[in-house]
C-alpha cells in the first residue's frame, strides 16, 4: 500500500528558494519505493479566496466550486501533507494563506458540525510538514507564519507534535539557497526522517 505525500508549493515564484527546498525534501522521500508524491503548485491550483460566508457550516462543504473541489480529498486522503511557502512582508505567502484559509471547510467540520475529518483509524497517523525561506536574516522571520501553519494542520487532524519544520533564513534572490552550506542536506534528513516515521507509524 504506498505511502501518499501531498505537497503544497505555494510560492508565487516557480522554481525560487522554498519550491528548491520543497524539491530536496521531496526527492528524498521519493527514493523509498513505497511512496506516492503529488506536488500541487498553488499558483495553478485555481484556488479561490476564501467568501467568509460561513456556510460550511451548515453545508459541510464549500459553496465555491473551484480547484479546492480536488484538493479537499487530496487532503484528506494523503499520509503526509507538506507546505512549502516563503515570507513576504513577515507573513506567509498569500497563495498559501489562500489555502490555509480555504481549510475553514474542514475548521467547521470538526468544531461545528462534529464530524470526523478523517476516519477514526487514521487519526494519529498522518504526517506534516512546513517548509520556508525568508530574504530578511532575523531569527524572527517566521514567528507570524507559525500559528496559521499550526491551524491548518489541526484542523486536517495533523497535531502540533507531528508537524515537522525546517525554514531558512537570509535567502532573498532566487537561486539563493543553492548556496546555504545547509539547507540541502537539512532538507533530505527531514525527508528520510519523516518518511521512516510514517512507515512506524502505518504499521502500528
Known sequence: MPIKV???????RRNGNSETLLDWVLAAMAKDPDVLIEKIPLTEA????????????????????????????????????????????MGIAAQAKMLIDRAQVF???KYVLKLPV?????????LGVFLSTAGQNWSYVFDAAIPSVKCFYNV?????????????NHVDEKGAILNHPTAKADAEKLGATVIAEIKKRLAA
Not at 457550516?57 to 484538493?71: H, I, P, Y
Not at 486536517?156 to 531558512?168: A, G, T
Open 118 to 126: 478523517v476516519p477514526v483509524e487514521r487519526k494519529g497517523k498522518r
Open 6 to 12: 501531498l505537497a503544497f508549493a505555494g510560492s508565487p
Open 156 to 168: 486536517i487532524e495533523v497535531k502540533d507534535k507531528d508537524i515537522s519544520y525546517l525554514m531558512v
Open 107 to 109: 475548521t467547521s467540520r
Open 46 to 89: 485555481n484556488i479561490n479566496p476564501c467568501k467568509g460566508c460561513n456556510a460550511c457550516q451548515k453545508l459541510n462543504k464549500c459553496v465555491q466550486r473551484d480547484g479546492m473541489d480536488s484538493v479537499h480529498d487530496k487532503i484528506i486522503e494523503a499520509d503526509i501533507i507538506v507546505l512549502a511557502a516563503p515570507i513576504f512582508c
